[in-house]
């Protein structure tokens, strides 16, 4: 039986067999549950982790880009329980590891408890909520610990003096936010990001992975030079809206091709990473 | 002493926010701390709130509404006299001089009908700091006078185009921006809402009121009265008032929540009677969502009641039974907007309209030597065009 869980997280991106590994974002169910699908088993051939985002309708975090994936996803009817079906249906194809993507009202309104079992249930590997600081965390990191679910943390670059606290709580990897401001796509990155990541590498026993902003090969060969994993949202998220147009069209050879073009974009940015 | 050191109110409130806001709450908080207990602080604010703004605002004996509703002596604390119109005001007094204290060149906040707005545009003309206001694009075309007098102080309006457009977006919009920039950027929450700090420092700078009412019943009744009574949107008229009084076992807090269309329907913003457990702007509170957690808009014929949340320390009053929380219609509040007008002269704000109509219904079932103070959080001429529109054919 293949390990699940934290360590399968870990392992993934410490023995990628690449320079850095490479951690793809989508909405779960955007556009919708049937692409989703398709766009995960796709993405799971050459991903190394893959980030599943629960759509919400007030994701603080998230720029324009990610907003609209989530509005596509919810107009479409994509529910919780139904992105932990979604989940459920790659991991019974696929050992790609694979991790949550909430905000937190979501997670009370399941229930903390039930929502780590459902996800543990589902083959889900670890979760990310990135309004849920390390203060208010307790409850959650038992509930996940309890499942070998890995947490894994946002660190900032106002983390400051909390970046040892956080990146020693890490589970699964530690998740730098490469630059102040919500997700989406940008030319380049803070200067003091490379020193920034080399403290929570130094304060952290698991990966450190860099995300918000990451958009093209450059920036993965670029970021490769000092992170363990690189995390691209936007910039795939992007490529659904021509996903979705296609499929509006209701022209077949259309819909494949824009899906095409978004693994193939995906795809040279994972090897980007070699 | 509520907040804790967490920052909760019972099982209520916290911070729930992107890790890259931490540190600056935690600034914020030691700063406020510390200029709270700082005189010069304290006097300056003391003198732009008498000065500026001119408090202490009236508590007025209203007989002829006491007589129309033909029961308890109502009060009204004429908040509606601030400077601005409404008790927004005494809020951003305190946080602009604290932004102005600490450094700050820049302030951003959100609106919803606007009245937070003016009031966050006008402490920035007066302080010398530049202001960003984020409001809904819906909302900018409901009250588009607001929005003129905003840029008029001064302020950059701009449109918030995400969810439903209104205030819970606007909020959305403003923490967005405030991650972005949150090194030079002093954020000031127009309401108890949002993580701690916010919900505690909001109701210190709005506590004048109730620490006002306090004295003046006293000098005027010689006892402290049976009821207050405030509208609640994010609640921080009412937890202003109420807050001074919340170890007065005897005198009840009744809270009044926008029932839109009726809390029957799904169209109204009663957040305590209708919402469950959950996150929204930073804190743990009550709030209206489906049975995933995705919000639900809110409606309310009060663009400053439109909201589907509540501050935290609301929840935590309803939860312990400290004080009620009672729906009262869109239909029920244009009429008590027109009441008040008619029987003494004053105009309300159609937020503040929906404690009158509760006072009102409640005055007809107390004794007439019982005294309620109804807060009359601002004044309704923004107002008149909605009232125009809804009661036009009424008014013979």
Redesign the interface.
């Known amino acids: 039986m293949t390990m699940r869980g934290r360590t399968a997280i870990e392992q993934a991106i410490l023995r990628s067999g690449k320079r850095t590994a490479f951690i793809p974002f989508v909405s779960a169910g955007d556009p919708n549950e049937d692409v989703s699908f398709r766009i995960l088993l796709d993405l799971a051939q050459f991903s190394d982790v893959i980030e599943v985002g629960i759509p919400?309708?007030?994701p603080?975090?998230d720029?324009?880009v990610i907003?609209a994936g989530s509005q596509r996803a919810?107009q479409a009817g994509m529910?919780?329980?139904k992105a932990l079906r979604l989940i459920a249906r790659v991991r019974a194809v696929s050992d790609v590891p694979l991790v949550v993507f909430t905000?937190?009202?979501?997670?009370?309104?399941?229930g903390v408890d039930a929502l780590m079992q459902a996800c543990a249930d589902a083959g889900a590997d670890g979760l990310i909520i990135?309004?849920?600081?390390?203060?208010?965390s307790a409850e959650t990191r038992e509930a996940a610990t309890r499942r070998d679910l890995a947490l894994i943390?946002?660190?900032?670059?106002?983390?400051?003096e909390?970046v040892q606290m956080?990146a020693a709580s890490a589970t699964g990897f530690a998740y730098c936010?490469s630059s102040?401001?919500?997700t989406g796509e940008r030319a380049s990155f803070a200067a003091e990001l490379r020193a920034f990541v080399d403290a929570v590498k130094r304060a952290s026993s698991v990966p450190v992975a860099v995300g918000f902003g990451v958009s093209s090969a450059r920036h993965v060969r670029e970021l490769a030079e000092f992170a363990d994993g690189v995390i691209v949202g936007s910039a795939i998220v992007r490529r659904c809206e021509e996903i979705q147009n296609a499929l509006t069209s209701g022209d077949a050879a259309r819909l494949d091709a824009s899906v095409e073009a978004l693994s193939a974009f995906a795809r040279e940015l994972s090897e980007a990473g070699r | 002493m509520f907040p804790d050191e967490r920052g909760r109110f019972g099982e209520f409130g916290g911070k729930y926010v992107p890790e890259t806001l931490m540190s600056a709450l935690t600034a914020l908080e030691a700063d406020y701390r510390r200029l709270a207990g700082d005189p010069e602080f304290s006097r300056l604010l003391r003198s732009y709130l008498r000065d500026y703004s001119g408090r202490p605002t009236p508590l007025y004996f209203a007989s002829r509404l006491t007589k129309f509703a033909g029961g308890a002596k109502i009060y009204l604390k004429r908040e509606d006299l601030n400077h601005t119109g409404a008790h927004k005001i005494n809020n951003t007094l305190g946080q602009g001089l604290l932004a102005k204290m600490t450094g700050k060149e820049r302030v951003i906040a959100e609106t919803g009908a606007g009245q937070h707005g003016v009031a966050t545009a006008t402490v920035a003309a007066l302080f010398g700091l530049q202001c960003t206001v984020f409001m809904g694009e819906e909302d900018m075309a409901r009250q588009a006078l607001n929005v003129f007098r905003m840029r008029l102080l001064g302020a950059e309006v701009v449109p918030a185009r995400s969810g439903t457009k209104t205030l819970k977006d606007a909020t959305n919009e403003a923490m967005r921006h405030w991650v972005e920039h949150v090194q030079e950027t002093y954020y000031i929450v127009g309401s108890v809402v949002g993580p701690h700090p916010y919900p505690m420092m909001v109701r210190d700078f709005q506590r004048v009121i109730g620490d006002e009412t306090r004295e003046q019943i006293i000098a005027q009744e010689g006892r402290l009265p049976d009821v207050l009574v405030a509208c609640v949107g994010g609640g921080s008229n009412a937890m202003g008032l109420f807050y001074p009084f919340l170890h007065d076992g005897a005198v009840r807090l009744i809270g009044v929540e926008a029932a839109g269309e009726g809390i029957e329907t799904t169209r109204h913003a009663a957040t305590i009677a209708k919402g469950s457990r959950g996150v929204l702007h930073g804190s743990m509170t009550l709030l209206l969502q489906d049975e995933f957690g995705q919000v639900q808009p809110a409606h309310s014929i009060s663009a400053g009641l439109d909201y589907p949340g509540i501050g935290p320390e609301h929840a935590h009053l309803a939860a312990s039974g400290r004080a009620s929380y009672e729906p009262v219609t869109d239909q029920e509040a244009l009429d008590a907007f027109a009441t008040l007008a008619k029987v003494e002269g004053i105009i309300p704000a159609l937020e503040s309209a929906h404690a009158i109509a509760h006072a009102v219904k409640l005055a007809k079932t107390l004794p007439g030597d019982a005294v309620i103070v109804v807060n009359l959080s601002g004044r309704g001429d923004k107002d008149v065009h909605t009232a125009q529109g809804l009661l036009g054919g009424n008014l013979q």
């Open positions: 919400y309708s007030d603080l975090a720029g324009p907003q919810l529910t919780l329980p905000y937190v009202n979501p997670v009370v309104q399941y990135p309004d849920l600081p390390f203060e208010e943390p946002l660190i900032s670059l106002t983390s400051h909390r956080i936010v102040l401001g919500v």
